[in-house]
Structures are given as C-alpha cells and as structure tokens.
C-alpha cells in the first residue's frame, strides 16, 4: 500500500508551507541529480511528469532523443529538514521516455527489472547497508582538502572523534526524513565515520543510500566540513565500503534460513552464494566503480580481495553474520559507497538468482585467514582474487553476456563508454609519486 496519495502531497506542502520541491533521479554513474519545481507546479507534476533534456545527462540519450521525463515515486516524498528558512521537499523520480515508457538507462529502472525476476521466483528481496564515509576539512577557497583534526580510532568518543557533533546532526536529520538509525560510530581510519540505517525492501533501500549521502553531505556542508564517499582517500589508512546484506524472503519467510543445517543457511542460500561467486569478477566494475576503488581493495585493510565465502571469519567477499531466523544473511563486502546503488544491487539481485536457477553449489567455507595464505596455497585452494583494478574490471565486464543481459544493452554500452574514458585518463596520467620517485633517478 502506498503511503503517500497525490491529494496527500498536496495537502502536506500547503499545511507545512513548503516552496519548492526537488525532483530527484541519478545517472548511470550514480550521481544524484535535480530538476527545481515551486509548489505551483506540484499539482501538474504529479499528474504528468516534468520534462527535461536527456541529452545533457552523462549515459542517457543522443541529442536527437533528448526530450524525457520525471515521474516522481510519491513514496519518495519528504520534507528536507534543514532547509528551515525556505521549506523544501523531494521526490525520488523514474526517468521515463517521450512516450511514457520507462527509459532503460534509468538505473532505477534497472534495479525494478531485477525486483521483477525475483518476483517471478517467488522471492522478495531485502537489503541492508553499512556506508561509511569521511569527514574533511575545507581550505580557504572552500575547496575539500583530506585533512581533518579528528585523529580518533574504531568505536572513538568525542572529544577525541571530532566528527561526533556533525555525525549526529547527521542522524536526527535522518530520522527527520523517516530512516530508522541502529548505530553510528567512528570507523578505523582517522575521520572515517559509519553510519547504519535499518534494512528494506531493495528499491527503498537504494533510494535511502542516495537520500543518505545527500544528507550526509548537506550537514557536513554546514558544520563547515566536506563529506567524501571516495573508497580510499588516505593512505596507509582503511578504506571506505558499504556492505551490502541480502535477504530472500518467500510466503513471508527468510528463504535463507534453515535450522537443519549446520550455518542455518538454506539450499537457496547457497546457491545465491554460488551464483554471487560465479559472477563476481564481471560484476565488479558496478560494485567498486572507479579507479580509486582498487587502492582499498588490497591485503591489509580489511577489505575482500578473495573470492571465498566464511560464516567465521570477516577476510572473505561473503560473510554469513551472526544472526539467525528471519535476519539470516548473506553479507557482500567489496562494495564500496561510490557505486551506484540501483546497479550494485541490481547485479547481485541478477548474480545470485542465476545460482538458484541453475542449482549452483559454492565452495567449502573458508574459515582461516585468507590473507595469511600463500600465494600457492590459495591456488592449491582453488580461491580467485577480485580484478586488481579498474582495467581488469572493465574486461571482465565487456565480455559478460551476462551482465549485459542483466543490466540491458543501453546502460552496458554507456557504462563502458565511460569506464573505457576513465581508464584511459588515468593510465596516460602522469602521477606525483611518479615525479617523486622517479625524475631525480633517470
């Protein structure tokens, strides 16, 4: 059942005197864009959409097909809680064509197309994430710097973690806009901060991780700091992730779950695991996106770098936690909180459905630590790494039938259009470490 009818949205903007209301979407590239609407056009954007050039947003349509719309999802709406001296709200929307078909580069569109096959599994899915992030300090010009006078570690108290106050303001604002917050915390890397929001239904939770790091740079903003979701900002210091936790839920219950067995994990648990571990490799570039995503996936920071599963130990790309009955999960750690949700969860949708349908069955659970192992001895183990960067990702990925049937012809071109410029940038990028190690030698 909907929460929110448009005579709903209506009523709300006038009674609480709102101004102007956002029209949220994000590209294939997962950044959060917005079309500005005053309170006097609510009624007819409600009723038919917003148009907007298509044309001018990275990985959408050519010039000659630019004419497109928003259909705003009246669930999405909230009111933005710090915007006190002129109220203004948000609608997440679909981006639709001329014709009011859904547009298949909308990455929204993506992630429904995976909410249906499961849908014609029987399943529903729910999804959890841990997003972490940095708090920096800005330099005179207002420009984001990576320095910061929060030196605190894991589970810090202020005054020591000087990114308390902010992370705070952080969560009220959260919960303003209807998120339930479990935890928030200080991570391992100086400045580096964690906060968790309760699991959903998968759509509503890529919408919560988009609305979350709007918000999250929005208070930042104003204690004067800049938030960054880049996965490794600092070196020698942990990165930033977002793990991801999956559930399957059928007839009302965890079809993860199975008290028989010895993890508690079903047949479909494992074989959504399988189908996670066949796939991995072609899906990485959705789940860590940019080049910056492979200086965190390295041995040594706590981030994945094998494909292993373990229901002991946290080295391995999938963790069962702890939890059992109706919270049995599969955990996914490489991904990080540069990725574009709707296509990160998508692809793992996809991945993991594919291991029920062909009955996959995963390796033996790797329980040590994997990153004490030798080279050798995880060859004669049979373990595979994640790609070593984003080069090694892309080819993977461009030769993926698979990924491409999954997330369809148009966002599979773009994205490697894109991906291939990226990539081609940063290897003719002639480095500062370069310069310094190198120039005063040869």
Known sequence: MSRYTKEDIVRITKEEHVKFILLQFTDILGMLKSVSITTSQLQKVLSNGCGFDGSSIDGFVRIEESDMFLRPDLDSFAILPWKEDCKTARLICDVCCADGTPFEGDPRYVLRRAIKEAADMGFTVNVGPECEFFLFHLDENGKPTIQSHDMGGYFELGPTDRGEDCRNDICLALENMGFEIEASHHENARAQHEIDFKYDEVLRTADNVMTFKYVVKSTANRHGLYATFLPKPLYGQCGSGMHTNISLFKDGKNAFFDAADPFGLSAVAYQFIAGLMDHIKSMTILTNPIVNSYKRLVPGYEAPVYI????????????????????????????????????????????????????????????????????????AQGIESLPKTLGEALHEFKHSDFMRDCIGEHVFQKYIDAKEEEWKQYRTRV???????????Y
């Not at 292993?308 to 955990?331: C, D, F, Q, V």
């Not at 709707?342 to 949708?349: K, S, V």
């Not at 480095?431 to 030698?441: M, R, T, V």
């Open 308 to 379: 292993a599963w373990s229901a002991k130990n946290r080295s391995p790309l999938i963790r069962i936690p702890s939890e059992k009955g109706s919270a049995t999960r599969i955990e996914l750690r490489n991904p990080d909180p540069a990725a574009n949700p709707y296509l990160e969860m998508a692809a793992a949708i996809f991945a993991g459905l594919d291991g029920i349908k062909r009955g996959l069955t995963p390796p033996e659970p790797k329980d040590s630590n994997i990153f004490s192992l030798s080279s050798a001895e995880r060859h």
């Open 431 to 441: 480095s500062q470490w370069e310069i310094d190690n190198y120039l005063g030698k």
